[in-house]
């Protein structure tokens, strides 16, 4: 194995080069190297000083994440970088790309910082759960001050080099070969007679409300603890000396390393990446892929416009009438103008993308060249039927084929065209130029480099792309629709919407389900239900009492009332009397007892429905591995990140327990809680759904 740290002498000056690619992760052998290396340069007279660099495209992006949950290594990175600041010799760190979390640290125990123009540090600890555990929290206020080290340790953002050297984080910006800069740096602060400048003697920082900013930061977290323990140990900087501080740090850092929202945020982590990649498209090349148009510009066309605008694809969309056309014009400009405004976009861009990378149009025919096709018309299979039969008979051979359709089925559409080989589901997620979800829904003839361009096309758009199988919803929707319906049930049986929705905000999702069905407007839910009900199991208990708000024109947010009521210019709405009136009509209808639900109760039902449904969503294959579940729930319906998707939550349950919850709500509903076969064949082979993910890789 080649050494992880190189060693080199240029006149006075060792570089220590590290070259863990891809990223220069601080694993074992890392931090091993840079200790012996430091050792070397310490014991040649000749050297002067010290200059750290990264190989590749990064300084260092952090402490190596894979280490985390096995037993430590020697030397560990707190004494590494406190080595580093106690020798003798001047410490230079010179960074480019990124300088992340333990590489920051190990920055901050030189004693200067040089960075490329283009360079961005940052301490993103608290996105997996944890909190500097290098001395940032420690050192990064000594150079900084607290509020910026607050702000820095807890949102975790990178910090451009200019922003970081006005923070006091980096002494000085060069461009150029990062060793060359190093070197140079050293050889002018040697010129200087610059002291060596250990961060750990720097005066303590100023102090602030500490508990004020501990419980804002808490409370802006949603339920995610990092954030607000690091506001501790960055406090600990202000009032404790420095060794007493890095003790402190050391505390908390390990009551994080110990939680499981620890272990949901790195399973994210790493699964967010692990999504995309499909051994089965190992060297399979995707198609060309320049121009997209897209059929239909109602809200989810014109945001996948949007997206494929903003992403450099040139866009061609068709609609029914120039009315349409002009309203779908006037929704993507609308999009766009929130991305001119935000400073994603330029004026100048922003009128090159819709004056030339954008044609809307209605006739097919402007449709013969483009790469990929996406039709998000109506929800309706005859009409979806017409569209492909006319894409068939427009698109040049080999362009793509894809629909958003949420439930119909893929096969059946693909059968209306002559080449099925080239159709595929991409199903977005609203609004398609916000959202991270792309399910690509594999039908039974795509073809393989079909499917590796529905990959292709979701990085382009920086989506997470999850690929799905067909059924009834894919992946996501057809596991909302059993969760959903837990949350019915409970309802039917006495606790209120309002309740649920605020136990399961509690639980860390972003809206509960009731909240949410206002906002995605109560007709969509009505018109599935009477599209379901000629074929429901008599069994199957599902409420009624909505229905009958829907038939007074009340469809939630869009008309101002649903289980909420709205008043224009407020945020969110209040509850709407007229539904717990509607409840309680039903419950004497069906003759049932409104008991009393805990809010544990509420979470416990609602995640045992989602993860025994998503259980079979494996099983079945729909989904290949339980990791592509989590991703969906995370990226597409807003499952807090910290729990790392439901199937990483029942596993931090314990598998065992899951399905014994289960098996006793079957006992007063067996046809609704019926186990799912993958999950009882896990629990008796002693198994977790994340042993499936490791299989598969
Ligand atoms: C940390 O530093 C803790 C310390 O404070 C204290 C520790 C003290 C312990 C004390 C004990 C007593 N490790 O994202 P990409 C992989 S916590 C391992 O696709 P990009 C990644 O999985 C760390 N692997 O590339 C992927 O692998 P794949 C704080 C890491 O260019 C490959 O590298 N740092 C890794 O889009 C490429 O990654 C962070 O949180 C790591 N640290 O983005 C930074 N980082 O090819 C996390 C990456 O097999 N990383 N990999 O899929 C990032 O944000 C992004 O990866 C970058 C690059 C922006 C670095
Ligand atoms: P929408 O009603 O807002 O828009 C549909 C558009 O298609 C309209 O502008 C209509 O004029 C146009 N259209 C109808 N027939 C056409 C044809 N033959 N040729 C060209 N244009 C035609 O609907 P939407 O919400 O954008 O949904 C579109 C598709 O996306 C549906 O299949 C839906 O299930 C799916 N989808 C919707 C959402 C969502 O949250 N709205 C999310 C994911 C997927």
């Given at each position: 194995m080649p050494d992880k740290v190189a060693y080199a002498v240029h006149d006075m000056i060792a570089v220590l080069r590290i070259q863990n690619p891809p990223v220069n992760a601080l694993s074992q052998a890392v931090r091993q190297g840079l200790s012996d290396a430091m050792d070397r340069a310490e014991a040649d007279d000749a050297v002067h000083a010290v200059v750290i660099v990264g190989d590749g495209r990064a300084f260092i992006a952090g402490a190596d994440i894979t280490e985390f949950g096995k037993p430590p290594m020697e030397p560990n990175l707190p004494d590494l970088c406190t080595r580093i600041e106690q020798s003798p010799l001047l410490v230079v760190a010179s960074m480019h790309g990124v300088s992340l979390g333990g590489g920051l640290e190990v920055a901050l125990g030189c004693h200067y910082r040089v960075a490329q123009p283009s360079a961005r540090v940052g301490l993103p600890e608290v996105h997996l759960g944890i909190l500097p555990g290098a001395g940032g929290t420690q050192r990064l206020p000594r150079v900084a001050g607290a509020a910026n080290a607050v702000d820095a340790i807890t949102t975790g953002r990178h910090i451009k080099a200019d922003e970081a050297q006005k923070m006091g984080i980096i002494d000085r910006i060069e461009e150029g070969d990062p060793q060359e800069v190093g070197i140079a740096y050293a050889m002018d602060l040697l010129s200087e007679n610059a002291p060596r400048r250990p961060v750990s003697e720097m005066p303590a920082p100023e102090g602030i409300d500490w508990d004020a900013k501990y419980d804002a930061v808490l409370k802006k977290g949603r339920g995610q603890i990092s954030p607000a323990t690091a506001v501790r140990a960055v406090q600990a900087a202000s009032e404790l000396p420095f060794d007493e501080g890095m003790k402190r740090e050391r505390e908390l850092f390990m009551e994080l390393m110990d939680t499981d929202q620890r272990k949901g945020l790195i399973h994210a982590f790493f699964n967010e990446r692990a999504v995309s990649n499909l051994p089965e498209l190992k060297g399979v090349e995707p198609r060309h892929l320049q121009s997209v148009g897209i059929i239909g510009g109602g809200t989810m066309g014109a945001g996948i416009a949007t997206a494929a605008l903003l992403a450099g694809l040139e866009v061609v969309l068709i609609e029914t009438g120039e009315e349409q056309a002009t309203a779908a014009r006037g929704r993507i400009e609308g999009n766009l103008q929130g991305a001119l405004k935000r400073g994603k976009i330029s004026q100048q861009k922003f009128d090159a993308l819709?004056?030339?990378?954008?044609?809307?149009?209605?006739?097919?025919?402007?449709?013969?060249?483009?790469?990929?096709?996406?039709?998000?018309?109506?929800?309706?299979?005859?009409?979806?039927?017409?569209?492909?039969?006319?894409?068939?008979?427009?698109?040049?051979?080999?362009?793509?084929?894809?629909?958003?359709?949420?439930?119909?089925?893929?096969?059946?559409?693909?059968?209306?065209?002559?080449?099925?080989?080239?159709?595929?589901?991409?199903?977005?997620?609203?609004?398609?130029?916000?959202?991270?979800?792309?399910?690509?829904?594999?039908?039974?003839?795509?073809?393989?480099?079909?499917?590796?361009?529905?990959?292709?096309?979701?990085?382009?758009?920086?989506?997470?792309?999850?690929?799905?199988?067909?059924?009834?919803?894919?992946?996501?929707?057809?596991?909302?629709?059993?969760?959903?319906?837990?949350?019915?049930?409970?309802?039917?049986?006495?606790?209120?919407?309002?309740?649920?929705?605020?136990?399961?905000?509690?639980?860390?999702?972003?809206?509960?389900?009731?909240?949410?069905?206002?906002?995605?407007?109560?007709?969509?839910?009505?018109?599935?239900?009477?599209?379901?009900?000629?074929?429901?199991?008599?069994?199957?208990?599902?409420?009624?009492?909505?229905?009958?708000?829907?038939?007074?024109?009340?469809?939630?947010?869009?008309?101002?009332?649903?289980?909420?009521?709205?008043?224009?210019?407020?945020?969110?709405?209040?509850?709407?009397?007229?539904?717990?009136?509607?409840?309680?009509?039903?419950?004497?209808?069906?003759?049932?007892?409104?008991?009393?639900?805990?809010?544990?109760?509420?979470?416990?039902?609602?995640?045992?429905?989602?993860?025994?449904?998503?259980?079979?969503?494996?099983?079945?294959?729909?989904?290949?591995?339980?990791?592509?579940?989590?991703?969906?729930?995370?990226?597409?319906?807003?499952?807090?990140?910290?729990?790392?998707?439901?199937?990483?939550?029942?596993?931090?349950?314990?598998?065992?327990?899951?399905?014994?919850?289960?098996?006793?709500?079957?006992?007063?509903?067996?046809?609704?809680?019926?186990?799912?076969?993958?999950?009882?064949?896990?629990?008796?082979?002693?198994?977790?759904?994340?042993?499936?993910?490791?299989?598969?890789?």
């Open positions: 819709i004056t030339v990378a954008l044609t809307v149009s209605v006739k097919y025919d402007s449709l013969k060249d483009v790469d990929l096709a996406i039709e998000a018309v109506f929800e309706d299979m005859a009409v979806k039927h017409e569209v492909f039969a006319k894409l068939d008979a427009t698109c040049k051979p080999g362009c793509v084929l894809a629909t958003n359709t949420s439930y119909l089925d893929v096969n059946e559409i693909a059968a209306a065209t002559s080449r099925p080989e080239d159709v595929i589901g991409l199903h977005f997620f609203s609004p398609a130029h916000v959202m991270k979800l792309l399910e690509v829904v594999v039908a039974d003839k795509t073809a393989p480099d079909v499917v590796a361009t529905g990959f292709a096309l979701g990085k382009m758009l920086g989506k997470v792309s999850v690929r799905a199988g067909v059924c009834d919803g894919f992946i996501g929707n057809r596991i909302l629709a059993v969760y959903r319906t837990a949350a019915d049930h409970m309802v039917l049986d006495g606790a209120s919407p309002y309740q649920i929705d605020r136990a399961l905000t509690n639980f860390g999702f972003a809206m509960g389900p009731f909240a949410v069905a206002d906002l995605a407007g109560l007709d969509i839910g009505w018109a599935t239900r009477k599209r379901k009900a000629p074929h429901r199991h008599p069994e199957e208990r599902v409420p009624t009492y909505i229905d009958k708000l829907c038939e007074q024109g009340h469809f939630g947010q869009k008309t101002g009332e649903g289980y909420y009521v709205y008043t224009e210019g407020q945020r969110g709405g209040k509850p709407n009397p007229k539904i717990a009136e509607l409840i309680a009509a039903e419950q004497r209808e069906r003759g049932i007892s409104p008991r009393e639900f805990s809010d544990e109760e509420i979470v416990h039902r609602y995640m045992c429905a989602m993860v025994n449904e998503a259980a079979k969503v494996v099983g079945e294959g729909i989904a290949r591995r339980p990791l592509d579940v989590d991703m969906t729930l995370l990226f597409g319906y807003g499952f807090p990140r910290y729990w790392g998707g439901p199937m990483k939550w029942a596993d931090i349950q314990g598998l065992p327990k899951v399905l014994a919850a289960i098996e006793g709500y079957a006992e007063e509903d067996a046809w609704f809680w019926q186990p799912a076969p993958l999950l009882q064949k896990l629990v008796d082979e002693g198994r977790s759904f994340d042993d499936l993910n490791k299989a598969e890789r």
